[in-house]
Structure formats: C-alpha cells, structure tokens
C-alpha cells in the first residue's frame, strides 16, 4: 500500500517546513518495512503476536481525550481474537506507561533530546536517535522485553512525528 502525506511539520510545531513522503509501516504484523526519504528498511522476520505487542498496538492511538473504557474493550476483544490470555490491567498499566513516555518524548518533535536533525526535505525516522531512545526506554521499564520496546520505539516515532 502506497500513501503520500505532504504535510509540513510547521502545522504541528511552528518549525520549519519538513513533509513527509511514506510507503507503509505495520506495528506486530507479519511484516514490517517502510520507506522514509529515500531509504528503504525491510524487515522479513515475522515478530511474533505476543500480548505486549497486542496491547500497545492498540494502546498507541489512546490519547488523553479518549475514553479508558472503550480502550480496555478494544484490548480485551484484541486478545480474545489473538487467544492471548484474559486481560491483565496491571500488565495492561505498565505498557501504558511506556506508551505514554513514548508518546510525550516523541511528540516534542525538535525540541526533543532524542531528536538529532532534519535529514533533508522531509521528515524521516532518521531524525530521530531511535537506538538511544529504545536503550533509555529499556532501562526505564525493564519489566517490558527490549524487542517489543523496539519494535515499539519505531512504531511512537511514526505515529507521533511522521504522521
């Protein structure tokens, strides 16, 4: 699938213009690439359905102005469809918690201490020091495997800067 977004990120952060030009991306599906200013990165190995990777790839479009509820049910069916085990809200709290670092780190856009530089034109996951993000976001939640935050690191970059 194809989707071109022309979107500066002066809309969302009063910068400079930088917009954006994407193939696709898949957060805990069988594949994963992606395309961002020219540079392509395949990933072939299928990553496994666990229930952390369930439950962020819901918990990654909860915003504070969404309703817990209607989260937790999505999370629940989720994991009924996938036969991923009962719902566990403490579990379901610490990837939350992880998410919302994530989500408030990333959404700083430059202003970020992970944010290195613009790689040109348009915005890319380049921008972004995603190996020192997912290293520091380990030690921080070291309950949660390094892989799922990896994964996951990449996937907050795309949801919450580039698009």
């Not at 952060?13 to 930088?18: H, L």
């Not at 666990?50 to 817990?68: I, Q």
């Amino acid at each position: 699938m194809l989707a071109k977004t022309n979107r500066p990120l002066s809309a969302r952060s009063g910068q400079s213009k930088c917009p954006l030009i994407l193939v696709a991306i898949r957060f805990n599906t069988k594949y994963l690439f992606y395309s961002f200013g020219g540079q392509t990165m395949n990933d072939s190995k299928e990553p496994p359905v666990t229930y952390d990777g369930e439950v962020l790839s819901v918990l990654a479009y909860e915003f504070p102005f969404s309703k817990k509820k209607e989260i937790e049910d999505r999370i629940k069916n989720r994991l009924k469809e996938k036969k991923l085990g009962t719902y566990d809200a403490n579990r379901t709290e610490v990837l939350r918690r992880l998410k919302n670092d994530l989500q408030l780190e990333v959404s700083k856009s430059t202003k970020s201490t992970y944010y290195k530089r613009s790689h040109g034109e348009f915005c890319d996951i380049r921008d972004f020091d995603v190996s020192k993000l997912t290293d520091d976001m380990s030690k921080q939640h070291p309950s949660i495997s390094r892989e799922i935050i990896e994964n996951f690191v990449s996937y907050s970059v795309y949801v919450y800067y580039l698009r």
